[in-house]
């Protein structure tokens, strides 16, 4: 679908579309095209119900779904055959608090690694609060080590910020410059030093190192930006100031990490804890009877 997608991303590019965004669109309109293997105009209404349906039992994400429809929506509508998907349904997404990995898993973690380049790249991205995509995006010039800064261009919703570049990621980036020597792409392929890295080649070496760091919680390369948040806020950052190194748009984006933070609930006492220590004292637990059904 060579002429088609060129058709696509110009099509995205007039209406300001976001990079990320016409990359996953045109990627969601090639795997359908890839799955019947034709064009994707000459599909019919009970192909695209069928594709849907596919994803539905592929166990994919809602998420994930989602964006394979508004691509679907997006290339139809734009050769005027918008009928041809169904209309859909979708559950809202419960709101989650982010997690996050504390002190010792993220310590953990990289005394696990002894690859120089992906170690540095697991440093800038909890080190610097940023997204996969954004290190990925990392250009020598983009580092300030005067200043201590990261300039991070063309982020989520086509913003740029500054957020800070920490000494040991400015150690762990002068031994990375000296070995590797980039030129384009901070973090290059190794099979063409033209192009970037592969986030999936990353997102899977991070799961194998928490695996040998012993960690048993499902982790993902994200929560090093949840921890980067979470971890200045209980050190005493305010909010505002976390929510210009995120690049958040909205405060109420950046709020989320108030309830994520943990460290702070170690100084509370439970009320039933006061209660029994004016009743009690320091006397142990006694008087207990045997089980017994309610």
Request: proline share 4%; charged share 25%; hydrophobic share 35%.
């Amino acid at each position: 679908m060579g002429q088609l997608r060129e058709n696509m991303i110009s099509e995205m590019l007039v209406k300001g579309y976001a990079p990320s965004t016409i990359e996953s669109y045109t990627n969601c309109i090639r795997f359908l095209a890839c799955h019947y293997s034709r064009s994707p105009l000459l599909l019919s209404p009970d192909d695209i119900h069928d594709f849907l349906l596919f994803l539905r039992t592929s166990n994919k994400s809602e998420s994930t779904i989602h964006i394979y429809y508004e691509s679907m929506k997006f290339f139809y509508n734009m050769h005027d055959l918008g009928g041809i998907v169904p209309k859909i349904r979708f559950v809202r997404r419960r709101k989650r608090l982010p997690e996050t990995l504390n002190d010792v898993e993220i310590l953990g973690i990289l005394d696990q690694c002894s690859d120089i380049r992906t170690k540095t790249m697991l440093v800038m991205l909890y080190s610097s609060g940023l997204r996969l995509s954004e290190v990925l995006n990392l250009r020598l010039s983009d580092l300030d080590f005067v200043r201590k800064t990261v300039f991070v261009r063309d982020s989520k919703n086509n913003k740029d910020r500054y957020t800070v570049l920490s000494s040991y990621a400015e150690e762990m980036l002068s031994i990375y410059l000296k070995i590797h020597r980039p030129t384009g792409f901070l973090f290059y392929s190794p099979r063409d030093p033209a192009r970037k890295l592969s986030c999936d080649c990353i997102q899977r070496r991070f799961k194998q190192l928490a695996s040998r760091a012993g960690i048993g919680k499902n982790v993902h390369i994200h929560m090093l930006r949840h921890s980067f948040a979470t971890h200045l806020l209980e050190n005493g950052t305010d909010i505002f100031t976390i929510m210009r190194l995120l690049g958040h748009s909205h405060i109420q984006t950046t709020l989320v990490y108030l309830h994520a933070k943990t460290k702070d609930l170690a100084g509370i006492t439970s009320p039933l804890d006061v209660i029994i220590q004016k009743t009690r004292g320091d006397r142990p637990v006694d008087g207990l009877l045997p089980f017994q059904d309610c």
